[in-house]
């Protein structure tokens, strides 16, 4: 099994462009979700999905946008990119043991 | 909703002393507890849980937690701390069930000193 497998591991962008963070795993998860990690502020759930079909809003779900269209595949989408999206974003899915698996991150800057 | 907060930002203990890592909860239903660590340049692992039981739970690396109801506490403990315990690790909440979105809290910075 890959488990969670997330990328880019790097990206810069600049201000106003958009893209998408690939996020996919192979473990029949149904619960995935995105953070975002900055200093001293932890890590900040910004949209999740319980399935198929189903996603829903975290803490910090401006900006971003999230589909669900297969349990496997959970793409995170920058709309339009600011300086305040400079981050290590992490993808991660739960099993019904409650344990997240974690992708490697993706750490982007936006210029 | 749930919400954590962990106190004290950056702990420093001395190799061999107790490591005590301290988490409180928010939540206003019966929580799912957990612990994660981050060694640098590297994911987030999972050291222990509390889901339902005995509400002293023990994990990896010789840590340990106990969920503490009145207290709303979940405080990580080490007997004797090593060299390779230093690292950040997270206190997160859920809402205790399959569907329920983790929450973290700010993180504790671990130094060890020899």
């Known amino acids: 099994n890959a488990g969670v497998t997330q990328t880019p591991k790097f990206q810069v962008l600049k201000t106003g462009q958009s893209m998408t963070l690939q996020c996919a795993q192979d473990m029949n998860h149904e619960y995935m979700s995105w953070y975002r990690q900055d200093p001293g502020m932890g890590l900040r759930l910004i949209h999740y999905?319980?399935?198929?079909?189903?996603?829903d809003q975290g803490e910090v779900p401006n900006g971003y946008n999230v589909s669900r269209s297969t349990t496997e595949d959970f793409p995170l989408r920058l709309l339009s990119a600011a300086p305040s999206q400079t981050s290590v974003y992490f993808c991660?899915?739960?099993?019904?043991?409650?344990?997240?698996?974690f992708g490697s991150g993706t750490q982007l800057s936006v210029l | 909703a749930q919400s954590v907060t962990q106190l004290g930002s950056h702990v420093s203990v001395s190799e061999g002393a107790l490591v005590l890592l301290r988490c409180n909860y928010s939540?206003?239903?019966?929580?799912?507890l957990f612990w994660y660590v981050q060694y640098p340049n590297q994911g987030l692992q999972l050291l222990l849980k509390?889901?339902?039981?005995?509400?002293l739970v023990k994990g990896i690396n010789g840590f340990e937690a106990e969920f503490k109801k009145s207290e709303t506490s979940f405080h990580l403990t080490k007997p004797s701390a090593h060299m390779s315990d230093a690292a950040e690790y997270f206190c997160?909440?859920?809402?205790?069930?399959?569907?329920?979105?983790?929450?973290f809290g700010q993180g504790t910075e671990l130094s060890v000193k020899p």
């Open positions: 939540s206003s239903v019966p929580p799912y």
């Open positions: 999905s319980v399935g198929a079909g189903i996603t």
């Open positions: 509390y889901t339902t039981g005995a509400t």
């Open positions: 997160a909440v859920s809402d205790g069930w399959q569907g329920g979105k983790l929450i």
């Open positions: 991660a899915s739960r099993g019904q043991d409650e344990k997240l698996f």
